[in-house]
C-alpha cells in the first residue's frame, strides 16, 4: 500500500477506533481510555493499536484485557465503518507509556529550573 493511503487510513483508524471503543464498547472494565497511534502493515493484515489510560498499575492492565477481549466486536464495528478495504487487519491492543514518560521529563527539567533558581 502506497505511504500516503497508509498515512490516511491510520489518521482514520485512529478516529473511528476512538468512537467505538468510547461509544459502543460497554466493558466495565474499560476505564478512561485515548487510542494515541495505530501502526498498520502495508499488507493491511495486523494494526498495533496504541492507547494511553488515565489509571497505573492493576486498573491499566484490566483496561488492557478488557480491549482485547473486544477486538473482535471492534473490528466488526470498524468494518462496519470503514467499507473501503478488501482485507481488515486484526487488531492487537498496546499501552502506550509516552504521555507519562514525558509528563516525568516535564518534573524533571521544573525541578531542575527551580534548584538553579534557588
Do not use: C, W
Amino acid at each position: 500500500m502506497r505511504p500516503r493511503r497508509l498515512f490516511r487510513l491510520r489518521e482514520l483508524f485512529i478516529e473511528e477506533l476512538s468512537n467505538v471503543i468510547h461509544d459502543k464498547v460497554k466493558d466495565p472494565r474499560l476505564g478512561f481510555v485515548t487510542v494515541t497511534d495505530v501502526e498498520i502493515s502495508s499488507d493491511l493484515e495486523h494494526a498495533k493499536v496504541f492507547v494511553s489510560v488515565l489509571e497505573e498499575g492493576e486498573v491499566a492492565k484490566k483496561t488492557l484485557e478488557g480491549l482485547e477481549n473486544a477486538a473482535g466486536f471492534i473490528r466488526y464495528e470498524l468494518k462496519k465503518r470503514i467499507k473501503n478495504l478488501r482485507t481488515f487487519p486484526a487488531l492487537s491492543f498496546h499501552l502506550d507509556e509516552s504521555l507519562k514518560r514525558g509528563s516525568q521529563v516535564i518534573e524533571a527539567l521544573n525541578k531542575l529550573h527551580e534548584d538553579e533558581k534557588s
